[in-house]
């Protein structure tokens, strides 16, 4: 066979067998999907189709951008991902603090107890923060009480909502957040420890300037793919947690989504929402990754 490419394919065929169920599912649930969003610029209507409805151009994003909720979804999402991401590094710690646990039982047993959190379910996740957090007999407001302070009614005022909520997420994703790093760490060359060790470095300044660098790349590339989800909200467990009460706090824009388009039925307007969202998040990949590319030369592409 004289063509080099078909030779290639013919010689690594099992890896792309591999690979196609992957390719499918995204290309069926992912790229597939990306054809519906032409109803965001249309009126939308079930009997008559996506091209029967009639086009109404950007009719949908200006109701949106000038409708009385937009400054205060658009507010709520970002502090809540600005909160997220100010404990970004925690995860990086977390995995530097496992590294240098000399004890491999001990550190293991510290891996299982901060990994267990993860494979909580949402549903289940919540009903436990309801629990604990209960003003009357939550196990947390017991303790307040019991040093002599007011009980706090964490789920039902909005001052306290984004703390709850992402520190509660910090808490579930801590160990599962540093396996990457982990990995990473385990591929740092054992010579330049040695090498530092005798040049007289410490523990924290082999920490400082082995390890740091050393997933440096990891933590940029993981940091990029996080801006690329900056304005996505764990949805299910902020709709669980959201009541009357806290709705100035904790309405953001995937919950107004779901009200305005599968329970009010506006299927062309919440479309409208949704694709400023993902633009929104689109334009953040690139820009940093770019930023990233030109300031530390690691980036996604």
Not at 162 to 187: D, M
Request: hydrophobic content about 50%; charged content about 10%; proline content about 5%.
């Amino acid at each position: 066979m004289s063509n080099p490419g078909a030779r290639y394919w013919l010689r690594y065929w099992q890896f792309y067998v591999f690979m196609l169920p992957a390719v499918l599912y995204f290309l069926v649930f992912q790229y597939i999907p990306m054809y519906g969003a032409i109803i965001a610029f249309k009126d939308y209507k079930i009997g008559l189709g996506i091209w029967g409805s009639p086009f109404v151009g950007w009719e949908h994003f200006e109701r949106f951008f000038h409708s009385y909720v937009f400054e205060r979804l658009l507010w709520n999402t970002l502090e809540i991902n600005f909160y997220q991401l100010l404990l970004f590094p925690v995860s990086v710690i977390v995995a530097l603090a496992f590294h240098e646990i000399t004890s491999r039982r001990f550190r293991n047993w510290v891996q299982t107890i901060t990994y267990a959190p993860h494979f909580i379910s949402v549903v289940v996740m919540v009903g436990m923060m309801v629990a604990f957090l209960n003003p009357v007999t939550g196990i947390i407001n017991k303790v307040v009480i019991a040093i002599g302070l007011e009980p706090i009614p964490f789920l039902s005022d909005p001052a306290w909502f984004k703390s709850v909520f992402v520190l509660s997420g910090e808490w579930q994703n801590l160990g599962w957040g540093a396996i990457i790093y982990l990995a990473a760490l385990a591929a740092i060359n054992p010579q330049l420890h040695e090498a530092a060790k005798v040049d007289g470095a410490t523990r924290l300044q082999r920490i400082w300037h082995v390890n740091l660098p050393g997933i440096l790349p990891t933590i940029i590339i993981l940091m990029i793919l996080n801006f690329g989800n900056f304005m996505a909200v764990g949805f299910e467990k902020i709709y669980l947690l959201q009541n009357p009460l806290n709705m100035s706090s904790s309405d953001v824009i995937q919950t107004y989504v779901y009200r305005s388009g599968l329970i009010q039925g506006q299927y062309g307007y919440s479309a409208a929402i949704g694709l400023f969202n993902s633009v929104i998040n689109c334009f953040l990949l690139v820009l940093f990754n770019r930023i990233a590319r030109k300031t530390t030369e690691t980036s996604l592409w």
